[in-house]
């Protein structure tokens, strides 16, 4: 459904996005995630045909995005970050004005509208002022003035930006019901929303695209094989002993200050016995274990990893 | 032709939701009321609507930019202009569409003034020539004004910076077609003698409806307009 080739969108001298590329299938749910600055939303800006790219296509149901391919926009639904909206309309009032811009009108545009706000859950709000609504209200009447036209793409920015955890969680279970009905990008720097809501993930760091895949794939792919062994200290003795066990390449060793001694030890990834090699080990050592672990990786380690790789200097 | 409309009638009901729509009405009326009173309801007095119509001219000097500072600027700051073109509508008819926002806006102000033509029929007998020829130059010149404000308006996320732009460009060129066309000699202040408003606004107010003025003032209020479309296109491109 959405293909973007090579990317690139500078503003002046400011890369915001560099050499992206990506596809989307119809129907699928993707979380774009990534720090402030990362150039997630210039590449939401980019497939919305707000802003054109520097260099590359983004291309959305075969056709190419440019900001004279009207047309385009029938077919993407965009929740903007911070979720502006005219503070002085009605919110029923606003979804009207919204179907008469997309060529809506007389009863379909009043039956569209009405099928809009019961699936919002905002119709005991329709007559009420925008700037009188709450913030998660607020947020259901941005993602109604998104899907009116029903458009096969929606694209949500931030959507639970700003919200108290009773409005978030509230968001998130809209946005769950509405997604599985359209190709949605959900965008966000909250790993936990995307983690929950998405089946695939985009990671973007310093402009680029770092990670693209199922978390399952991402977190198989970030290579990790750590386990976390406590052992008692013992004067004299070397602490670092687990640094010689077979397929060790890195052992990081802490003081604890209950004359315990955590070890953090990484395993090439081919290793598939690590656990038992560490128990033999510390059998051989005689050393006396308060905890064997496997640390597994997680999204946020993952994340972490990728955008701490990005800020370092080349 | 629709989408446009549609901008627009937002645009008008936008102006009667907020503050500014009301106070800038209820001040034009209170002043024009009163300068009606004091100007032309007086014994001895033409029963005309001239001076009410002269005085209007210089007070849309001060409203079309009142009007037209939200227009685009607003929706700037606020960022609701990027759910408005990320519609299948064009950036003409957006254009278009906030621009008859604020005449439409304007109308129902010069409308308001209307009630004085009434007393003036209740207590005279008015010629009615140069009473529609004057409305017909300061719907001209209002038209004229809007489109330079919308420019600016579509420049800037600031409201204050949009009506200071567009009051100063109007005191440029008053400026320019009036005291500094008169300090230069032929062939500089002929040119710029066809710039001046006021001069334009007399024939108007005799009750002549001229169509090279008619033709200025459109052709002028589709340069700026056209302006306005391009700073809208530039936000994509920048």
């Not at chain 1, 991402?218 to 290579?223: I, K, R, T, Y």
Request: aromatic residues 8%.
């Amino acid at each position: 459904m959405i293909e973007l080739e090579k990317v690139d969108r500078s503003f002046g001298r400011v890369h915001a996005v560099r050499a992206v590329s990506f596809s989307v299938p119809a129907g699928a749910i993707v979380g774009v995630l990534g720090p402030n600055g990362a150039g997630k939303t210039t590449t939401i800006r980019l497939i919305t045909g707000l802003l054109p790219p520097t260099r590359g296509r983004v291309v959305l149901n075969g056709a190419e995005v440019a900001p004279e391919r009207r047309d385009l926009r029938r077919r993407i639904g965009y929740l903007p970050e911070a979720n502006p909206l005219p503070a002085e309309m009605s919110v029923e009032g606003y979804l009207k004005y919204r179907a008469r811009l997309f060529g809506m009108h007389g009863r379909s545009a009043r039956d569209t509208i009405n099928r809009t706000l019961d699936r919002c859950k905002v119709t005991d709000m329709r007559k009420r002022r925008i700037e009188h609504l709450s913030k998660g209200y607020r947020q259901r009447v941005g993602l109604a003035a998104a899907l009116l036209h029903n458009p096969p793409l929606l694209i949500l920015d931030e959507p639970t930006s700003g919200l108290d955890p009773a409005q978030v969680l509230e968001t998130r279970a809209l946005i769950a019901e509405l997604a599985g009905q359209h190709t949605t990008l959900l965008v966000s720097h909250i790993l936990p929303e995307v983690e929950r809501t998405c089946d695939r993930l985009l990671i973007f760091a310093g402009g680029k695209l770092r990670a693209d895949g199922t978390r399952e794939a991402l977190l198989a792919q970030s290579g990790a094989n750590r386990y976390i062994v406590e052992y008692k200290s013992r004067a004299n003795a070397n602490n670092d002993l687990l640094a010689a066990v077979p397929g060790v390449n890195r052992c990081t060793t802490q003081s604890l200050n209950d004359q315990w001694t955590r070890a953090a030890v990484e395993f090439d990834t081919d290793v598939t016995d690590a656990g038992a090699r560490l128990g033999a080990a510390a059998a051989t050592h005689a050393l006396t274990l308060r905890e064997l672990r496997h640390d597994r990786p997680t999204l946020e380690s993952l994340y972490i990893s990728l955008v701490e790789r990005a800020e370092e200097p080349v | 032709m629709r989408a446009a409309l549609a901008i627009a009638s937002r645009e008008v009901a936008a102006c009667f939701r907020t503050s500014i729509g009301w106070v800038v009405l209820a001040l034009y009326v209170l002043l024009s009321g009163l300068w009606f009173g004091l100007q032309t309801l007086q014994p001895g007095e033409p029963a005309s609507m001239r001076a009410l119509l002269d005085f209007s001219q210089w007070i849309l000097l001060m409203v079309a930019p009142a009007i037209s500072m939200r227009l685009f600027a607003e929706e700037l700051r606020t960022g609701t202009i990027d759910p408005l073109m990320s519609t299948p509508v064009s950036d003409w008819s957006i254009v278009i569409g906030k621009y008859l926002g604020g005449l439409g806006f304007l109308g129902i102000m010069l409308a308001a003034t209307l009630i004085h033509v009434g007393v003036l029929e209740l207590v005279a007998n008015p010629d009615y020539g140069p009473i529609i020829a004057g409305y017909a130059g300061l719907l001209l010149v209002g038209a004229f004004y809007l489109a330079v404000g919308t420019l600016f308006s579509a420049m800037t996320k600031n409201q204050v910076v949009a009506f200071l732009a567009t009051l100063f460009f109007f005191l440029a060129l008053f400026f320019a077609s009036g005291p500094l066309a008169q300090q230069l000699g032929s062939p500089y202040n002929t040119i710029l003698f066809t710039l001046s408003i006021p001069l334009r606004q007399a024939d108007f107010a005799k009750g002549v409806i001229e169509t090279r003025h008619v033709v200025f003032f459109v052709a002028w209020a589709c340069v700026f307009l056209a302006g306005a479309v391009a700073a809208l296109e530039s936000r994509r491109w920048r």
